[in-house]
């Protein structure tokens, strides 16, 4: 079977050894993508846009594997503070409500940057119907 990982450009891909994403055969995983901003920009505040940043990493990695929100099986989001829930949630649900995947929400102790509030993990599968 095919195995092909894509990069999203982030030094801690290479410095870490891993692929924002690997497709294998009609399955698509996505590494746990942090809020990283773009080249120049600042950390979003706030759970609800550092989670959607999160999502719109994520699905360009899938974007160039072949899949789409609509192919989401599965999501995993960590929280560094239960109150985000809902603002997460919320972002979430903007996200990937059209495939209605299994969730998961977890708190953790920490991320790796301080600034992060957020992370997600995300599996897609890319046969037949979509998810949704």
């Known amino acids: 079977m095919t195995r092909r990982g894509v990069s999203s450009g982030s030094p801690f891909e290479?410095?870490?050894?891993?692929?924002?994403?690997?497709?294998?055969?009609?399955?698509?995983?996505?590494?746990?993508?942090?809020?990283?901003?773009?080249?120049?920009?600042?950390?979003?505040?706030?759970?609800?846009?550092?989670?959607?940043?999160?999502?719109?990493?994520?699905?360009?990695?899938?974007?160039?594997?072949?899949?789409?929100?609509?192919h989401v099986v599965r999501t995993r989001m960590f929280l560094v503070?239960?109150?985000?829930?809902?603002?997460?949630?919320?972002?979430?649900?903007?996200?990937?409500?059209?495939?209605s995947p299994a969730a998961t929400m977890v708190v953790v102790a920490a991320l790796l940057d301080p600034a992060w509030l957020v992370e997600l993990e995300v599996e897609a599968v890319v046969t037949g119907e979509p998810a949704g």
């Open 14 to 70: 290479a410095r870490y050894g891993f692929s924002r994403a690997v497709r294998v055969g009609d399955r698509v995983i996505v590494a746990g993508t942090a809020p990283v901003p773009p080249a120049g920009a600042e950390v979003a505040l706030g759970a609800y846009r550092q989670l959607l940043r999160c999502g719109e990493i994520a699905l360009a990695a899938m974007a160039q594997l072949g899949a789409t929100a609509e």
């Open 81 to 99: 503070d239960a109150a985000d829930a809902d603002e997460a949630g919320r972002a979430h649900a903007e996200l990937f409500a059209a495939a």
